[in-house]
């Protein structure tokens, strides 16, 4: 919570708040699903919003809800976010 608290006056574009929401919900993934994913789900949000050119910021942000709702055992959403996620990596890198 202290990174959140620390950044949370600072405005949304700016980069470090958003990591500082990306550490709260990681931290909070392991052993708190159910707090962890509206966290994720606004990083999320935001990096879609502001940084959607960063393809890597965004698949990470969405991996972690991906994470959140394998740890709720809502594993057929996980698996929608998961394919989407190879779906844009493959149409940027390729098969490999």
């Known amino acids: 919570w202290a990174a959140w608290k620390t950044y949370l006056g600072r ?13 709260l919900g990681s931290a909070l993934r392991p052993s708190h699903p159910e707090e962890a994913l509206p ?9 879609r919003r502001y940084w959607s050119h960063n393809f890597v910021a965004v698949d990470s942000a969405q991996t972690s809800v991906a994470s959140c709702l394998d740890g709720l055992g809502r594993r057929d959403e996980s698996l929608v976010l998961r394919r989407e996620i190879y779906a844009r990596q493959v149409a940027t890198f390729g098969v490999s």
């Open 39 to 47: 966290v994720c789900e606004a990083n999320l949000a935001l990096r």
């Open 11 to 23: 405005p949304e574009t700016d980069v470090v708040r958003g990591d500082g929401i990306g550490l």
